[in-house]
């Protein structure tokens, strides 16, 4: 098992940026289970893919519409993944969820899960 604790979120306003981390209790020796990543939920839809990395390759894959304004980042050495985000705008208000699990050609597949942290973007 491992444990995904998320941080970082709040209430910014229109504009402002906001980085995100995910610190996993421990790299999983799961097979398969090599990429960490984000997901977020906005309120009355459903959760949808943000970024996702591998640990050991620079293997990245974004939502195409969030290409520019997001980076996804890593540090190995602490186990924990970190999401920048810049320009943020009220439609990126939503909780944001770290995931373990895997790579898929344009997004990922969550096997583990944080319990989110809420990101709220004001006009």
């Known amino acids: 098992q491992v444990q995904l604790v998320e941080s970082g979120g709040g209430l910014v306003q229109a504009g402002d940026s906001l980085r995100l981390a995910c610190a996993a209790s421990r790299r999983t020796f799961t097979p398969g289970i090599d990429a960490m990543g984000w997901f977020r939920q906005a309120p009355g839809k459903e959760r949808e893919f943000v970024a996702a990395i591998r640990w050991n390759v620079d293997n990245i894959n974004y939502a195409d519409s969030l290409k520019g304004r997001f980076t996804i980042s890593r540090d190995n050495a602490k186990n924990t993944v970190y999401l920048q985000m810049n320009s943020l705008k009220p439609e990126d208000t939503a909780v944001y969820y770290c995931?373990?699990?895997?790579?898929?050609?344009?997004?990922?597949?969550?096997?583990?899960w944080g319990q989110g942290t809420q990101v709220t973007v004001s006009s």
């Open positions: 995931a373990a699990g895997w790579l898929t050609a344009r997004a990922m597949s969550g096997y583990f």
